[in-house]
């Protein structure tokens, strides 16, 4: 038993030390050229005619466009949005969308000692120049393109296409660039990492054409065909001749021993019958023909048809998947579509009068833009949405002041009237969406709250080794939704366990000289500090006055009074906890409240 | 509304202490993860082209032969009956296994509960709004799909138990009474500061209710139900030294204490290369596991209320390939079905002994699914209706004539 521990460790000190040579390295030649945390730009942009201050412009621009689609729906509708969220509310959900965690006690920090104009911009831009954005990003594009699977073995190599993908996102290469080579590219999947879309398809040695179509459609054109593959698709205009057209496109593609190649000889054959019939098939396209270029390889021609400005799918998609990686929600859930982020409906002819839609404006922006990826997601979280509050003032509240029971289940006085007149609101982004976290953000969050500091690229090995072997247990016993992380989910039982009992948190926060806990517990003065810090290290807020009080006094008496028949009743009172066990407890609660697994 | 599927029947007094026919029926899957061999399990075809060295032996069923590998079970086959020409489209193991845990085939725009999650949902009404105690769909092994509640709703997801025999994890608070107490009357708190003007969010209050939930489950009395310690010697050697056998004991004792559904994997069969090696041990640990889950079922009287379920994602092909393995095998495999009322000693179907891809007498597994729901005492054809608006049957199959009569 021992041994096998020793050998796991040492195992898992080789895999990180083998990680930290290829990524750590790397990442800290790009923190170098990126803007580093002690160099923010607090003054860029302020001087008239810069280059900066024109940027700024065009920004702001954009957003006041996007912002007039929604200020006009809203009119339209007769809703009144939401107010402002706070500004740490703002960077909270922020840091989650771009870095997959809460931010550090040291960055609200930072963050509060900067002047209010322009801070949360200035605050975007920074993150996106973090190598952390890049990372996770990278890996939210990788399960678009290829899922969460290793296999196959020996063609497939995932690490790399998530590799090449954080630096396509870090140098924010056009987005369309990227699509392209990603669709089309030669060579081998080790030097070529883009390759490793079409070796994900591989099996018994070929890639798969239908795989890959459908795959592109999906991922590019934010649309599933995967159903016309066997019938004509139930809802959009796919047809299974229309399918096999565009699979077709992958049909001369193979692999020899120099990697990913295109053989012009090579004819898609389809499966057509039950009985293994098939039929040769041409490359076409089902509509849009004229963008098609006449020169290429066919898996070429695609990609161009595919990220051609005049094919509104694309940038729709696009922008829709962003919206989504921003608000844990894509814009296509909300009136007029409710549809999944693979379900956009196909885009309507634009007429020059009618007010075109918040999807069209920012798809619009982005083609304009040259496909920056970047521009795009300080366009989205400058936006009026993203800057609202995810609660709204109702009669409903008035009746849950009191800050009823809930943790007994019995108390929800939601009646269907708060949920009929919330529900405009949410459908026109008139209110902030409350949605779960990912399993990763989850991670990242606690862990997060397990050091005063910023958990970055460049934090210490050790905090990396145990981020490591952390995240994998934990990942195993919450589960991860895999390639449909984008749709709604509530939680589950096994969740709350993991997070009420599990070791991650155990050990999160636990009183030793390495966690959060014992250093605030040294640091507050008293109480009323602990529980500040502890509220800012855990859900990035400060607590209500009702908060502050209860657990800075009222705690102990209305724990002894609900204990459950304690063997110890009638004794001597117990000592007063230190005030490492206090920050202990009250970071176990915060880290168990709604709050904090939930983007709001 | 208030919590769901994290429940025992509020007649489990009556149920645990309940025999016989009376008793509320369950279900236990024996999944066989990989897509297990027929040629080397329930439809051997030894001696000829496509059989390899897998030898057959006689069973309690006359002119009925199994795979040499299955002795004990082979003893007690006439209490089964047995299907050995199942057909799927789905020769995916990720479709394959979606197709034969739901009956469906996977569909884009809807996920489809597995038939562990259906009954449950359809059966267990009274004690889902009573609200207490047990999870009613449990998947024990390290299964990669476990079964899902698809359109019912996540709370169906069967509840893991990744490592049989050695109890559920995190079911434990890791400090003393009062201090728990304190960390629980503060999270009330919490909770109630961020619904305030939060009502509308659909799932926001779904958020305590899994905390209750859990917090029932951390208090059941029903948990000695996941452990084994104070099973005999005896019975543990009977099942077998191996998780799958420590599984299906665990299997049976929740099934004991009032769970609708189980479900236990066994993996992994997929033998593209080194096929019989592969199926020897596999088919190893199935048999003592199967054989003992049978004879406790009958002993304790809990055969006639306990349908035991063998099967896998597709089968695997009739010709071997240059590694010495099989590949996937959609078109003809096999499936056994024991208790809970269904009738025991018949066969229906058998693979093509030359390697053809027509077994006699096909049986969709959709078919198999609707008979398996009528013992239940479910309608396969009633519709419910999924998130899109869309109803759907809860099985789309017809029952087989041969299993209902």
Known sequence: MARSTTLTLLLITLGVGWAVSRSVLPARQASVAATSRGQRPLDGGREADSPAAVETSALQAAVDRLDAAFAETWMNEGLEPATEADDLTILRRLSLALHATIPSLEEIRQFEAEPREGRLDRWAQAMLADRRFAESFAERMTRAFVGTQGEPFLVFRRDRFKAWWADQLAANRPYDEVVREVIASQGLWTGRPATNFVTHSVTDGTPSPEKLAGRTVRAVLGQRIDCAECHDHPFADWKQSDFRGLAAHFGQVRLSPFGVEDDPARVFLADIGPRGQKRGVQAEVPFGEAWLPDTGTSRERLAAWSTDPRNRRFARATVNRMWALLFGRPLSAGAPWYADVDDLPDPTEPTSDEARSPLDVLADEFVASGYDLHHLLRVIAASRPFQLSSAVASAAVEEEAGGSASVDGTSSAHGGSAEADFQPLLD??????????????????????????????????????????????????????????????????????????????????????????????????????LVEHCFLLCLSRRPTPAERAYFSTAWDEAASASAPDDSDAGSEPKPRLSAAQRAQDLCWTLINAPEFSWNH | MSTVAFSLPPLSARAAASRGAERPRSLITLWMAGGPSQLETWDPHPGGLIGGPTQAIATSVPDLQIAAGLPLMAERMDRVSLIRSLVSKEGDHERGTYFVKTG?????????????????????????????????????????????GGYLGEKFDAFRVPSPGRGVDNLRADVEATRNARRLAGLELLSGTFRQGREGHPAATRHSETVHDALSLMASEHLAAFEIDDEPKEVLARYGDSDFGRGCLVARRLVEVGVRSVEVTLGNFDSHAANFSIHDRLVGMLDPAMAALLDDLRERDLEASTMVLCIGEFGRTPWINPLDGRDHWPSGFSAVVAGGGMPAGRVIGHTDPEGGDKPTDPIPVQDLYATILSRFGIDPAVELMTPVGRPLAISDGKPIGKLMS
């Open chain 1, 428 to 529: 026109h982004w008139a209110v902030f969406p409350v949605e779960r976290l990912r399993v990763d953000q989850v991670v990242g969050s606690m862990l997060q709250a397990s050091s005063v500091r910023t958990i970055d690229l460049n934090s210490a090995l050790v905090t990396r080794f145990l981020r490591f072997v952390r995240e994998n247990d934990f990942l195993r016993e919450y589960g991860d939704p895999g390639d449909d992380e984008l749709l709604a989910r509530s939680g589950t039982v096994p969740q709350a366990l993991v997070r009420m009992n599990g070791k991650l948190v155990r050990e999160t926060i636990e009183p030793n000289p390495f966690n959060a806990t014992s250093r605030v517990g040294l640091a507050s003065l008293d109480d009323e500090q």
């Open chain 2, 104 to 148: 469906y085939r996977p569909d884009p725009t809807v996920q489809h509960p597995a038939i562990g999650a259906v009954l449950p949902y359809q059966l267990d009404g009274e004690a889902i709004a009573a609200g207490l105690q047990m999870p009613l769909y449990v998947s024990i092994g390290n299964g990669q799909w476990p079964g899902r």
